[in-house]
């Protein structure tokens, strides 16, 4: 017997994966409950596009960062009836009246959960 032993790779499983692709990349990417639109989970990316830390998003419903308007409700309407939204430039306002100029996208990942990503 060598000093090494052949040994297989260990296998990540996938959710995992997932997890810190979403963690790690540079889109801002956030997870919303179906129908309240609360926010289930936010990476870091997309808590600092909108000037929060991700534990303060957890929670919170989406009009923390996109107070509701016609545009908004729309970008959800589409989701909800086609399962996506294409990218769109838009600007959002925020409930301090604040505005920030976004590329937002979404798609609806089951009845349950949207998937928002922001650049």
């Known amino acids: 017997m060598g000093l090494f032993k052949k040994t297989e790779r260990q296998k990540v499983p996938g959710e995992n994966i997932y997890k810190e692709s979403f963690r790690r990349t540079d889109a801002g990417m956030c997870l919303l409950t179906h129908p309240d639109f609360e926010i289930f989970d936010a990476n870091n990316s997309f808590a600092s596009i909108f000037g929060f830390e991700r534990e303060e998003l957890r929670g919170s419903l989406f009009a923390v960062v996109w107070k509701k308007c016609k545009e908004r409700d729309l970008f959800f309407t589409e989701i909800i009836r086609n399962g996506h939204s294409s990218p769109k430039a838009t600007r959002v306002l925020r409930p301090d ?16 959960m949207i998937l928002v990503t922001v650049f």
Do not use: A, Q, W
Not at 98 to 112: F, N, Q, W
């Open 97 to 112: 009246d604040s505005e920030r100029d976004v590329v937002i996208s979404g798609v609806r990942l089951d009845e349950d």
